[in-house]
């Protein structure tokens, strides 16, 4: 059984910074694709970040995110950060991990095609 599960939430003034980090037990990790969502209040889930688990080198940004969200992998195989910069009132929202088992995932942010979920973690960004 797979569980995420996410730290690193709080409250931030605009302009600061805020690193998620994400554990997972029971994912095989060998070739799939981790990654980060979020979910503001009557929006729909929108992709964040991801990468392919295969390589760890691959990564993949929503347009409007890269170059003030970056996405690692930990020093263990089974972790996921995101360094969060120059943080806006608009990025406050509900940040979930997630993860699939295949590689094409990555990228398309289709909510529906990863498999495993965090239960998220705030992020309030005040201005």
């Known amino acids: 059984q797979v569980h995420l599960v996410e730290s690193g939430g709080g409250s931030v003034q605009a302009g600061g910074s805020l690193t998620l980090s994400c554990v997972a037990s029971g994912y095989p990790y060998s070739n799939g694709c981790m990654g980060w969502f979020r979910q503001a209040p009557g929006k729909e889930r929108e992709g964040v970040a991801a990468f392919l688990t295969g390589d760890g080198s691959t990564y993949y940004y929503d347009d409007s995110l890269k170059g003030r969200f970056t996405i690692s992998q930990g020093n263990a195989k089974n972790t996921v950060s995101l360094q969060m910069n120059s943080l806006k009132p608009e990025d406050t929202a509900m940040y979930y991990c997630?993860?699939?088992?295949?590689?094409?995932?990555?990228?398309?942010?289709?909510?529906?095609?990863?498999?495993?979920w965090g239960q998220g973690i705030q992020v309030t960004v005040s201005s």
């Open positions: 997630a993860a699939g088992d295949f590689p094409e995932i990555c990228g398309s942010w289709f909510v529906d095609q990863f498999e495993y």
